[in-house]
């Protein structure tokens, strides 16, 4: 972003982002410059620790590489200015930003004063209450990021040259994302560990009027039915066709049962994340970019600054919190459009335990700014996003939704049935209990509630389904049974937003942490993302296998929590980060050079032999694990670097060439094509299986 000229009668505003900078510009008019400091300016140097251990860790700042142009305007910028006030993110990371620019600056403002200013949404309402009650920046939470940021520096730089050494090279390790691995890597043999058992369900199809019904077996010769197999269906088929041939099956039960739905709270990071996730297939680092550009303005009418508008609150929260302003504006709101919904009183969340309660929940800036009235300004997954956020905090402070769910049950009587000859079911009760038990239930929506707010977040028991009208003793003619096959299912893979969902229970990580972990481990190809589902590499479960092993301590969930907790304690001015930091970081060196002393090499545990020879040197060639999977080389490295990718199949068109995994340029999307390219171009956006088809021969 290019500055712009500041004078001694105008104040300087320094924010983190271009986009937010426009928004804010427009908010608060001529009196103010407002610039963006894209992020942080000053930061730990990358090429080594920068952290002085023998002296209480302290850690060395330097301009961070390519922001020293930016740094040098802003300098002489804050040098023409009375004031600069430092708008940077409420959180950890916005405050040592702040501080930092603070350091740089005033070394060449002169009497320039420097102030903070914080706000949770960027309206012009929140902005100019934020300019007028500016304060002073936070040592507290600057400590407690530098103390993060320290400890995360000594983990990484003390694990990942040890990596390189034993394992492989360019392998890197962090104390968060490593905790994450672990628990995605234990799930992972869990699953492999699972042995599926078959199993059998059996269902009752009968019309009454037009409607039809399925009836669930849900009881058989007086216990849970338990059918492991189709020959044992058949038998209790072929027994109930029976039975109902001497006295057709009736329904036996009838029961009405109110429910009360309470709306959710309104969402927090984490909450937010696992939504968007199950709901909208966003992954974690998608759902923060487009909630990043919904907080920080869009525009409204047209394409320039004049019209932009934040539209959501700060989106890295932990809190369920919601301002006094904001609840009686959206319930204002409510009054006006769902005037029947509209509880007494305002509905109040508690925030949990381990909750900061810095900000508000995640809400949008102004309710009356319906999804439906934005859709024209905003792109799909805006809109998406948005509409998941709104419905969200608008329902979350209306009246309650009620059902009434009918369940019936259908008995088949055991007459002129030998119950001897029938499959066990664990007992028999003295033929108290008829032959077979159906049952199906229908719900109906009695009072609407906050069901009336939701579109995207509605579920298909908030719509409603058939609602069953039948009597006690009334007959049931079955028009068919309806058998199904099942095995029983294992442990899940993690998902982004199940994995989210257990490091927030475990109190790992924080809301502004949940999306990096995730997108570390992916970029390290420690972990790869199928179907949605996050599955450990060999590469992955061989980095956790080791750290586990070597460090259990540091890869301990309960450890990790508590030094998030302590953290936490720094910025309450509980505890001094350098003694947190001294406490950890002694027996963790230890251990580290002890293992550095023991462990022997294993770089070439991940390498397998293969068949294939080197065309250039005729060695034979090795399957290596790569950054971005396996592939090909030479034995004879680094005196012959021949490498390739490995072969999946042979080309069907020129039957010469090999089938291989390659990547599109831009997206990087993967297809598979002939290795004869340019002269064969053959290409599948589907991967050879290591198959041959009967009818021609090839894959």
Not at 47 to 52: A, H, K, P, V, Y
Not at 169 to 180: D, I, K, Y
Not at 411 to 436: E, I
Not at 518 to 523: A, F, G, N, Y
């Amino acid at each position: 972003m290019a500055t712009k000229k500041v004078t001694k009668n105008k104040t300087l505003v320094i924010v983190e982002s271009p986009a937010k900078a426009k928004t804010i510009e427009k908010y608060l008019g001529p009196g103010y410059e407002v610039q963006a400091s894209m992020g942080h300016l000053i930061d730990l140097p990358k090429s080594r620790m920068g952290i002085d251990i023998d002296h209480n860790f302290t850690p060395e700042y330097i301009t961070v590489r390519g922001k020293a142009k930016l740094l040098k305007a802003l300098k002489s910028e804050a040098k023409k200015t009375g004031n600069v006030l430092l708008a940077s993110d409420n959180d950890r990371e916005g405050e040592a930003i702040a501080w930092h620019l603070e350091k740089a600056l005033s070394d060449k403002a002169g009497k320039t004063g420097f102030k903070r200013i914080v706000f949770n949404e960027i309206t012009p309402t929140a902005i100019k209450a934020a300019v007028a009650n500016p304060g002073e920046i936070d040592e507290n939470k600057v400590n407690a990021q530098k103390a993060r940021r320290v400890l995360d520096r000594l983990v990484g730089y003390n694990l990942s040259p040890l990596l390189w050494k034993k394992v492989k090279n360019g392998l890197s390790a962090g104390r968060v994302q490593s905790v994450a691995l672990r628990l995605i890597v234990d799930r992972e043999k869990e699953v492999e560990a699972f042995i599926p058992e078959e199993y059998w369900t059996l269902e009752a199809e009968f019309h009454k009027g037009r409607i039809k019904y399925t009836a669930a077996l849900v009881q058989w010769n007086g216990e849970k039915p338990d059918l492991k197999n189709a020959g044992e269906v058949k038998t209790v088929v072929d027994s109930i066709k029976k039975a109902i041939e001497k006295e057709p099956a009736k329904v036996s039960d009838v029961r009405d049962m109110e429910k009360t739905i309470k709306p959710r709270p309104p969402f927090t990071t984490s909450q937010l994340q696992q939504t968007a996730a199950n709901r909208l297939g966003f992954t974690s680092r998608k759902t923060m970019q487009v909630a990043q550009g919904l907080y920080e303005g869009v525009s409204l009418g047209s394409s320039d600054s004049a019209n932009r508008v934040g539209l959501i609150t700060y989106m890295r929260t932990d809190s369920v919190r919601i301002s006094q302003t904001a609840i009686t504006e959206v319930r204002e709101f409510i009054e006006k459009t769902y005037p029947d919904a509209l509880p007494e009183k305002p509905n109040y969340y508690h925030v949990g335990g381990a909750a900061q309660d810095a900000h508000e929940a995640i809400r949008p800036t102004y309710s009356n700014y319906t999804p439906d009235y934005l859709k024209q300004y905003l792109t799909s997954d805006q809109y998406k996003l948005y509409s998941i956020i709104w419905e969200r905090f608008v329902s979350c402070q209306m009246l309650p939704a009620k059902t009434l769910t009918r369940s019936v049950d259908i008995s088949v009587l055991a007459t002129g049935v030998n119950k001897t000859a029938l499959p066990p079911s664990g007992g028999d009760r003295g033929g108290a209990a008829p032959l077979a038990l159906f049952r199906l239930a229908g719900t109906k929506v009695t009072e609407k509630g906050f069901y009336a707010a939701l579109k995207l977040l509605a579920a298909k028991d908030e719509k409603g389904n058939h609602y069953p009208a039948f009597k006690i003793g009334e007959g049931i003619n079955f028009e068919k049974f309806i058998d199904e096959q099942h095995w029983t299912q294992g442990p899940a893979r993690y998902t982004d937003a199940t994995i989210i969902r257990t490091l927030e229970e475990k109190g790992i990580g924080r809301p502004s942490t949940y999306a990096p972990i995730i997108s570390v481990l992916l970029d390290r190809y420690y972990v790869t993302r199928a179907n949605r589902q996050l599955k450990p590499t060999i590469l992955g479960i061989k980095i956790a296998d080791l750290l586990c092993t070597h460090f259990p301590h540091v890869l301990d969930t309960g450890f990790t929590a508590q030094m998030e907790s302590n953290l936490d304690k720094v910025e309450e001015a509980e505890i001094q980060w350098p003694e947190l930091i001294r406490e950890f970081y002694l027996p963790f060196k230890a251990q580290v050079e002890k293992v550095d002393s023991e462990l022997g090499e294993q770089k070439t545990s991940l390498d397998e032999p293969t068949d294939y020879v080197c065309e250039k040197c005729g060695r034979p060639m090795v399957k290596k694990l790569g950054r971005y999977g396996y592939f090909l080389a030479c034995s004879g490295f680094p005196e012959c670097r021949n490498a390739k990718s490995i072969p999946l199949a042979k080309c069907p068109k020129c039957k010469t060439g090999d089938i291989v995994e390659r990547k599109a340029k831009g997206r990087g999307k993967t297809f598979y094509g002939c290795t004869n390219y340019p002269e064969c171009d053959f290409i599948s956006h589907f991967k050879p299986l290591d198959q041959t088809c009967p009818k021609c021969g090839w894959f």
